[in-house]
């Protein structure tokens, strides 16, 4: 069974400008869940997606937001890029009715120049 | 609210030596679960253990062991006879009742191994 995907896996953008992210999670599994890695605050939820309607929510501005597609592949969209979004962005996905088991994908590290 | 805390930022041991990665939490859920996680240079995060709060029992497997408990808040993770390819950063986590699929982190330990 493969396992998450995300594309790309490495990005480069400059200031200002709006990137996208995506997702494949486990096949069979409809819950996705967006995580950022920085080293200054560490490991911190995004948005978590179940049946392409938005779940939860954590504690970011407005300029990331996310959806679902009916397939279950989830896209983070960020705009107005912003130094401090230089990240590692790690998504993971959750089979119904396994809560709290989720398995993550290898990551897209976005550097903002 | 919920917090875990890993005050061991880095860790280093010599191959074969047993090694304690400590992890505290906060929580006002009754119900509540506990994660470790490994993250290797490659960035991926991998599953290592689950554990509800209704079962306090130790768990074993293969080299790896944790300990939890309830009255200290803590889940403590250990690793038998310590390999190189055990070196990475360790992150305990913490999921409620309320919010399910948030996981709380903490900030890692990272562990390194030397032959």
């Known amino acids: 069974k493969a396992g998450v995907t995300q594309t790309p896996r490495y990005l480069i953008k400059t200031r200002g400008q709006q990137v996208t992210l995506s997702c494949s999670p486990i096949s069979g599994h409809r819950s996705v869940s967006w995580y950022q890695q920085t080293p200054g605050q560490g490991l911190q939820f995004l948005f978590e997606?179940?049946?392409?309607?938005?779940?939860n929510k954590g504690n970011f501005p407005g300029r990331f937001s996310g959806r679902q597609f009916s397939n279950s592949r989830s896209e983070m969209n960020v705009s107005t890029l912003e130094l401090g979004d230089s990240a590692l962005y790690l998504c993971a996905s959750m089979a119904s009715g396994r809560l709290h088991e989720q398995f993550f994908g290898p990551g897209t590290r976005l550097t903002v120049l | 609210a919920q917090k875990v805390t890993q005050a061991q930022t880095e860790i280093s041991v010599v191959e074969k030596e047993d090694v304690t990665l400590d992890c505290v939490y906060e929580t006002r859920d009754t119900t509540y679960y506990l994660f470790w996680y490994k993250q290797p240079p490659s960035g991926e995060l991998v599953f290592l253990i689950r554990r509800n709060s209704f079962d306090e029992q130790n768990e074993i497997s293969g080299r790896y062991s944790w300990n939890f408990q309830k009255s200290t808040s803590s889940f403590n993770f250990t690793i038998t006879a310590s390999q190189v390819v055990d070196s990475a950063v360790y992150f305990c986590a913490l999921s409620g009742t309320v919010d399910t699929d948030k996981l709380i982190f903490g900030t890692g330990t990272r562990l390194q191994v030397f032959p």
């Open positions: 997606y179940f049946s392409e309607t938005q779940r």
